[in-house]
């Protein structure tokens, strides 16, 4: 059994990214194509995600073009979706990708800050990186040399570049002293001072320590890099497949690191059967196996896959094969009867993304001894 599981409870992340995951899913979608890229889909999509109780919304991103995709490739950038899904939001996690490899890491440290800020505490970020040269050059640098293990050691290096700028505020360093006129506690706000293989840091940050202190960290299963959550895939659903993939990454990550296992789903809807409606995407662009597990049945048979895998794992993170289509389903059929069991609980409105996964609130790491951060699982206020 997944450590903890019945405290930390079972998490349902759902990738709301454009159409969906089938690389044709555009034409069964009920959004005309240039529709995909608007506000009023982003809109729709999240508040879709929120009504049906998911723990958190991913937001899907490549610097690049995809490849393999049937029909449009346009997206919009994941973090911008994120944060004007925040004011519109009140429960559900927004976790977008962002690359990481090229993208100056104090940028990315500021824009997921700040919408950790703007949505009261509900940022995560799903690190990425492709060494592309293709990319590097769209941000004006060299590629990247080397294989997986170089990659990784750069990966680390901005996560933790990244970590350090997040908490070159105190928690209190905000004092607002009108009688001196003074905002902030200069002996409170620190240099993150980090050098890196490729890259040094400064700092500090240019806001206040975000209301979880540290946004959730997630990765992919495997990496060396310091994650809160970590993905995980497997060539199959079977509980004995999930359970020593999930041993593995167990033992590498440590108990504290939740595991969520990537999943993509096509559920049978209105009088089709999921293995129907993938024949007839598949005849315009075939959904190629990737490294993530797939479902494709009816929605009592996925309630009890998810049931057995609550026994092995954290939770999920689920990659509807057309977003509108099998997001509605999910929410129709699926999560109501989890909730039901007792199996998945929605997150509670104002929590923190921290509080829904059962993570501590970290201290400060720049904290001054004799007067320490507040280390509570609440955000600060």
């Known amino acids: 059994m997944s450590t903890s599981n019945d405290q930390r409870g079972f998490a349902i992340f759902v990738d709301i990214d454009e159409a969906g995951a089938h690389p044709a899913a555009w034409r069964a979608s009920s959004a005309r194509p240039a529709e995909l890229v608007s506000a009023r889909w982003v809109a729709t999509s999240i508040r879709a995600a929120e009504r049906a109780g998911f723990t958190a919304a991913t937001f899907d991103d490549h610097p690049l073009p995809a490849r393999d995709v049937d029909g449009p490739t346009a997206r ?8 004007f899904s925040a004011p519109s939001t009140s429960a559900i996690g927004l976790v977008p990708v962002v690359h990481a490899l090229y993208n100056e890491p104090f940028h990315v440290a ?10 009261h505490g509900r940022a995560g970020w799903i690190v990425a990186g492709d060494p592309d040269a293709a990319i590097a050059a769209r941000h004006g640098r060299e590629a990247l040399a080397g294989g997986s293990a170089d990659v990784d050691a750069e ?6 570049a990244v970590r350090r700028v997040w908490d070159t505020w105190e928690d209190d360093a905000v004092i607002r002293d009108t009688a001196t006129g003074r905002y902030f506690d200069r002996d409170r706000v620190h ?12 700092g500090p940050a240019l806001l206040p320590r975000s209301p979880q202190g ?14 809160d959550v970590a993905l995980l895939d497997s060539a199959s659903t079977t509980s004995a497949a999930v359970r020593e993939a999930a041993a593995a990454a167990r033992a590498q990550h440590g108990p504290d690191v939740r595991l969520l296992l990537q999943l993509e789903v096509a559920l049978d809807r209105a009088g089709r059967t999921a293995t129907a409606r993938l024949a007839e995407l598949d005849a315009w662009a075939p959904w190629a196996r990737t490294r993530h597990a797939r479902y494709v049945g009816d929605a009592a048979g996925l309630g009890h896959l998810l049931t057995e895998l609550a026994d092995v794992v954290d939770g999920v993170r689920i990659l509807p094969a057309v977003l509108d289509i099998d997001l ?6 699926v999560l109501p009867g989890l909730r039901a069991s007792g199996v998945f609980r929605s997150p509670e409105v104002g929590a923190t993304l921290r509080q829904t996964l059962g993570l501590p609130r970290p201290a400060n790491r720049f904290a001054r001894p004799s007067e320490p951060a507040r280390t509570s699982t609440g955000a600060a206020r």
């Open 76 to 83: 919009l950038d994941a973090g911008i979706r994120a944060a």
């Open 110 to 119: 500021t824009q997921l800050a700040s919408l950790d800020t703007a949505s």
């Open 155 to 160: 990966l680390i290096d901005v996560v933790e």
């Open 191 to 202: 240099y993150a001072d980090f050098e890196g293989r490729s890259f040094a840091l400064k």
């Open 214 to 227: 540290q946004v959730i960290v997630v990765g992919e299963a495997g990496t060396r890099a310091e994650v």
């Open 328 to 333: 509605d389903e999910l929410g129709r059929a």
